[in-house]
């Protein structure tokens, strides 16, 4: 079993993708509100960098696996900015 401290809060998620990244993440379209929106969505979560301090994410409860294409795309859009 794996436990995972993670977040599905809009607010939360951007304070913990702050700490992951080496500079300011805002939450606009332009940078990670798309990202954001998903986490809103439950259908992705951000983990707590206290707890897992390599970052990445994980699925949310409401995760849809005819919607992973979109997931992945939407995250590498926002890694590579």
Same mark, same amino acid.
């Given at each position: 079993?794996? /436990? %995972?401290? #993670?977040?599905?809060?809009?607010?939360? #998620?951007?304070?913990?993708? %702050?700490?992951?990244?080496?500079?300011?993440? @805002?939450?606009?379209?332009?940078? #990670?509100?798309? =990202?954001?929106?998903? =986490?809103?969505?439950? @259908?992705?979560?951000?983990?707590?960098?206290?707890?897992?301090?390599?970052?990445? /994410? =994980?699925?949310? %409860?409401?995760?849809?696996?005819?919607?992973?294409?979109? =997931?992945?795309?939407? @995250? %590498? #859009?926002?890694?590579?900015?």
């Amino acid at each position: 079993m794996i /436990v %995972n401290f #993670a977040t599905c809060e809009r607010s939360r #998620a951007l304070r913990y993708m %702050n700490a992951f990244r080496s500079r300011e993440v @805002l939450d606009t379209p332009d940078d #990670a509100g798309p =990202v954001l929106d998903l =986490v809103e969505a439950d @259908l992705i979560r951000i983990p707590d960098p206290k707890m897992h301090p390599s970052g990445g /994410v =994980v699925p949310g %409860n409401r995760w849809d696996e005819d919607r992973r294409r979109e =997931v992945t795309e939407v @995250l %590498n #859009a926002w890694m590579s900015s």
